[in-house]
Protein backbone atom coordinates (compact mmCIF):
# COMPACT_ATOMS: atom_id res chain seq x y z
CA UNK A 1 0.00 0.00 0.00
CA UNK A 2 1.06 3.73 -0.84
CA UNK A 3 -0.08 5.73 1.68
CA UNK A 4 -0.94 9.71 1.84
CA UNK A 5 2.07 11.04 3.02
CA UNK A 6 3.53 13.90 1.33
CA UNK A 7 6.75 14.66 0.77
CA UNK A 8 7.82 11.15 1.56
CA UNK A 9 11.62 9.93 1.39
CA UNK A 10 13.60 6.31 0.66
CA UNK A 11 16.55 5.08 -0.13
CA UNK A 12 16.97 4.01 -3.93
CA UNK A 13 20.20 2.20 -5.61
CA UNK A 14 21.20 3.79 -8.90
CA UNK A 15 22.65 0.81 -11.03
CA UNK A 16 26.09 2.55 -12.72
CA UNK A 17 25.77 3.34 -16.90
CA UNK A 18 26.82 0.28 -19.11
CA UNK A 19 29.86 1.37 -19.12
CA UNK A 20 30.86 1.59 -15.88
CA UNK A 21 33.43 -1.20 -14.33
CA UNK A 22 32.75 -0.27 -11.15
CA UNK A 23 31.00 -1.84 -8.92
CA UNK A 24 29.67 0.74 -6.29
CA UNK A 25 25.82 1.19 -6.33
CA UNK A 26 25.17 4.78 -5.53
CA UNK A 27 22.51 5.75 -2.85
CA UNK A 28 20.41 8.85 -3.97
CA UNK A 29 17.18 9.54 -1.34
CA UNK A 30 13.48 9.19 -3.14
CA UNK A 31 11.51 12.08 -2.63
CA UNK A 32 8.01 12.05 -3.53
CA UNK A 33 5.68 15.19 -3.63
CA UNK A 34 1.89 15.58 -4.91
CA UNK A 35 1.07 16.47 -8.32
CA UNK A 36 -0.46 19.83 -8.71
CA UNK A 37 -3.73 19.97 -9.14
CA UNK A 38 -3.99 16.05 -8.42
CA UNK A 39 -3.25 16.36 -4.44
CA UNK A 40 -4.33 13.49 -2.72
CA UNK A 41 -4.67 11.17 -5.78
CA UNK A 42 -1.13 11.22 -7.13
CA UNK A 43 2.63 12.15 -6.64
CA UNK A 44 5.76 12.63 -8.48
CA UNK A 45 9.42 12.04 -7.27
CA UNK A 46 12.55 13.20 -8.21
CA UNK A 47 13.86 10.04 -9.40
CA UNK A 48 11.12 10.33 -12.28
CA UNK A 49 8.27 7.98 -10.92
CA UNK A 50 4.53 8.41 -10.48
CA UNK A 51 2.71 7.00 -8.02
CA UNK A 52 -1.24 6.73 -7.17
CA UNK A 53 -1.99 6.74 -3.53
CA UNK A 54 -4.50 4.78 -1.30
CA UNK A 55 -7.82 6.44 -1.63
CA UNK A 56 -11.60 5.20 -1.38
CA UNK A 57 -13.57 5.27 -4.75
CA UNK A 58 -17.00 5.17 -5.37
CA UNK A 59 -18.21 2.03 -7.72
CA UNK A 60 -21.97 1.68 -9.14
CA UNK A 61 -23.41 -1.91 -10.32
CA UNK A 62 -26.65 -1.48 -11.05
CA UNK A 63 -28.62 1.28 -9.81
CA UNK A 64 -26.20 -0.21 -6.25
CA UNK A 65 -23.50 2.66 -5.69
CA UNK A 66 -20.73 1.23 -2.97
CA UNK A 67 -17.29 2.45 -1.93
CA UNK A 68 -14.52 0.40 -2.74
CA UNK A 69 -10.52 0.66 -1.46
CA UNK A 70 -8.07 1.42 -4.21
CA UNK A 71 -4.30 0.56 -3.05
CA UNK A 72 -1.65 2.78 -4.47
CA UNK A 73 0.66 1.65 -6.66
CA UNK A 74 3.95 2.94 -9.45
CA UNK A 75 2.50 3.50 -12.63
CA UNK A 76 3.98 1.99 -15.45
CA UNK A 77 3.06 4.54 -18.10
CA UNK A 78 4.09 4.13 -21.54
CA UNK A 79 6.60 5.47 -24.75
CA UNK A 80 6.11 7.90 -27.51
CA UNK A 81 7.72 7.04 -30.36
CA UNK A 82 11.00 9.03 -29.33
CA UNK A 83 11.75 7.95 -26.13
CA UNK A 84 9.60 10.01 -23.94
CA UNK A 85 7.67 8.70 -20.82
CA UNK A 86 4.11 9.16 -20.12
CA UNK A 87 1.25 8.24 -17.61
CA UNK A 88 -2.29 8.71 -17.42
CA UNK A 89 -3.68 9.79 -13.96
CA UNK A 90 -7.66 10.94 -13.96
CA UNK A 91 -9.79 13.24 -11.66
CA UNK A 92 -13.73 13.34 -11.75
CA UNK A 93 -13.82 10.68 -14.71
CA UNK A 94 -11.12 12.78 -16.70
CA UNK A 95 -8.32 10.87 -17.93
CA UNK A 96 -5.38 12.94 -18.98
CA UNK A 97 -2.23 12.31 -19.83
CA UNK A 98 0.73 13.96 -18.87
CA UNK A 99 5.05 13.62 -19.60
CA UNK A 100 6.66 12.03 -16.63
CA UNK A 101 9.82 14.74 -17.82
CA UNK A 102 7.13 17.72 -17.56
CA UNK A 103 5.76 16.28 -14.22
CA UNK A 104 8.84 15.90 -12.37
CA UNK A 105 9.95 19.71 -13.96
CA UNK A 106 6.95 21.39 -12.88
CA UNK A 107 6.76 20.03 -8.81
CA UNK A 108 11.03 20.06 -8.26
CA UNK A 109 12.70 22.47 -10.69
CA UNK A 110 11.83 26.48 -10.00
CA UNK A 111 11.25 28.06 -13.28
CA UNK A 112 11.84 32.07 -12.36
CA UNK A 113 11.72 33.08 -16.30
CA UNK A 114 8.63 31.01 -17.04
CA UNK A 115 10.89 28.68 -20.04
CA UNK A 116 7.97 26.60 -21.95
CA UNK A 117 10.47 23.94 -22.87
CA UNK A 118 12.29 20.79 -20.62
CA UNK A 119 15.63 20.06 -21.53
CA UNK A 120 17.14 16.44 -21.11
CA UNK A 121 20.67 17.48 -19.91
CA UNK A 122 22.20 13.95 -20.90
CA UNK A 123 20.50 14.32 -24.41
CA UNK A 124 18.62 11.16 -22.97
CA UNK A 125 14.54 11.06 -22.49
CA UNK A 126 13.96 8.19 -20.80
CA UNK A 127 16.13 9.85 -17.50
CA UNK A 128 13.51 11.96 -15.62
CA UNK A 129 15.88 12.50 -12.79
CA UNK A 130 15.04 15.92 -11.60
CA UNK A 131 19.20 16.77 -11.51
CA UNK A 132 19.02 15.60 -15.00
CA UNK A 133 16.59 18.31 -15.99
CA UNK A 134 16.52 21.97 -17.09
CA UNK A 135 13.71 24.66 -18.08
CA UNK A 136 15.05 26.15 -21.39
CA UNK A 137 13.66 27.95 -24.49
CA UNK A 138 13.04 26.23 -28.00
CA UNK A 139 15.95 27.96 -29.17
CA UNK A 140 18.21 26.30 -26.54
CA UNK A 141 16.71 23.13 -26.99
CA UNK A 142 16.96 22.97 -30.70
CA UNK A 143 20.45 23.56 -30.67
CA UNK A 144 21.42 21.40 -27.56
CA UNK A 145 23.95 19.08 -27.71
CA UNK A 146 23.87 16.96 -31.33
CA UNK A 147 20.46 17.11 -31.64
CA UNK A 148 20.59 18.96 -35.07
CA UNK A 149 22.80 16.63 -36.34
CA UNK A 150 20.62 13.67 -35.51
CA UNK A 151 17.78 15.34 -36.86
CA UNK A 152 19.87 16.04 -40.36
CA UNK A 153 20.87 12.32 -40.40
CA UNK A 154 17.24 10.92 -39.30
CA UNK A 155 16.03 13.03 -42.60
CA UNK A 156 18.50 12.18 -45.14
CA UNK A 157 18.66 8.30 -43.53
CA UNK A 158 16.37 5.00 -44.83
CA UNK A 159 14.84 5.25 -41.42
CA UNK A 160 12.66 8.21 -42.55
CA UNK A 161 9.15 7.09 -44.23
CA UNK A 162 8.69 10.07 -45.87
CA UNK A 163 11.54 10.62 -47.66
CA UNK A 164 11.06 11.27 -51.34
CA UNK A 165 7.80 11.13 -51.11
CA UNK A 166 5.84 14.54 -52.27
CA UNK A 167 3.41 16.10 -49.67
CA UNK A 168 -0.34 15.30 -50.44
CA UNK A 169 -2.36 18.45 -51.03
CA UNK A 170 -4.80 17.30 -48.92
CA UNK A 171 -2.33 16.46 -45.46
CA UNK A 172 -3.52 18.90 -43.57
CA UNK A 173 -6.63 17.11 -43.60
CA UNK A 174 -5.27 14.05 -42.93
CA UNK A 175 -3.26 15.42 -39.65
CA UNK A 176 -5.82 16.97 -38.13
CA UNK A 177 -6.45 15.74 -34.86
CA UNK A 178 -10.29 16.25 -33.14
CA UNK A 179 -10.06 17.78 -29.53
CA UNK A 180 -12.24 17.88 -26.76
CA UNK A 181 -13.28 20.96 -24.39
CA UNK A 182 -13.56 20.50 -20.64
CA UNK A 183 -14.76 22.85 -18.22
CA UNK A 184 -12.22 22.65 -14.88
CA UNK A 185 -14.73 20.32 -12.85
CA UNK A 186 -14.16 18.11 -16.11
CA UNK A 187 -18.11 18.58 -17.51
CA UNK A 188 -17.99 18.46 -21.41
CA UNK A 189 -18.10 21.57 -23.44
CA UNK A 190 -17.81 21.15 -26.69
CA UNK A 191 -15.89 19.15 -29.54
CA UNK A 192 -14.03 20.69 -31.89
CA UNK A 193 -12.30 18.80 -35.61
CA UNK A 194 -9.02 20.47 -34.62
CA UNK A 195 -7.19 23.11 -32.40
CA UNK A 196 -7.04 25.24 -35.24
CA UNK A 197 -11.08 25.59 -35.26
CA UNK A 198 -11.14 26.00 -32.17
CA UNK A 199 -8.68 28.61 -31.84
CA UNK A 200 -9.68 30.60 -34.85
CA UNK A 201 -13.56 30.37 -33.60
CA UNK A 202 -13.41 31.67 -30.00
CA UNK A 203 -10.53 33.72 -30.80
CA UNK A 204 -7.50 32.04 -28.66
CA UNK A 205 -4.39 30.49 -29.62
CA UNK A 206 -4.17 27.04 -31.70
CA UNK A 207 -0.59 26.48 -30.39
CA UNK A 208 -1.75 26.74 -26.33
CA UNK A 209 -4.58 24.59 -26.67
CA UNK A 210 -1.74 21.49 -28.28
CA UNK A 211 -0.04 22.39 -25.43
CA UNK A 212 -2.34 21.25 -23.12
CA UNK A 213 -3.45 18.59 -25.07
CA UNK A 214 0.36 17.22 -25.19
CA UNK A 215 0.32 17.70 -21.51
CA UNK A 216 2.67 20.64 -21.52
CA UNK A 217 0.10 22.84 -19.18
CA UNK A 218 -2.86 21.80 -17.01
CA UNK A 219 -5.04 24.42 -18.58
CA UNK A 220 -5.32 27.07 -20.97
CA UNK A 221 -7.87 30.04 -20.99
CA UNK A 222 -9.85 28.05 -17.95
CA UNK A 223 -10.98 25.47 -19.67
CA UNK A 224 -9.18 21.56 -20.17
CA UNK A 225 -8.51 20.78 -24.01
CA UNK A 226 -7.49 16.92 -24.38
CA UNK A 227 -6.94 15.27 -28.27
CA UNK A 228 -9.79 12.78 -28.69
CA UNK A 229 -8.04 10.09 -29.25
CA UNK A 230 -6.59 10.29 -25.53
CA UNK A 231 -10.12 8.84 -24.59
CA UNK A 232 -10.39 5.61 -25.78
CA UNK A 233 -12.60 4.22 -22.92
CA UNK A 234 -13.85 7.34 -21.79
CA UNK A 235 -17.30 9.26 -22.57
CA UNK A 236 -17.36 12.85 -21.49
CA UNK A 237 -19.74 14.10 -19.78
CA UNK A 238 -22.42 16.51 -20.78
CA UNK A 239 -23.59 20.13 -19.41
CA UNK A 240 -27.28 19.66 -18.91
CA UNK A 241 -28.81 23.35 -20.24
Known amino acids: MIRNLTPQMSS ?16 QSEIWKAIPEYEG ?6 LGRV ?15 HKRRSCGKVLSGGENGHGYKFVYIGKNGII ?41 TQKYNANY ?23 PESFKEKVRKPVIQFNKDGSFVKEWDSARTA ?3 LGIQPQSITAVCRGRYHSYKNYI ?17
Open 12 to 27: VALRPPRESLGLVFVM
Open 41 to 46: LYEVSN
Open 51 to 65: RSLDRNVVLRTGNRW
Open 96 to 136: SRYYVHRLVAEVFIPNPKNYPIINHKDENPRNNNADNLEWC
Open 145 to 167: GGHIRRVREFMLSDKNPNRGRPR
Open 199 to 201: GNT
Open 225 to 241: WKYKYDYPHTEPTKRNH
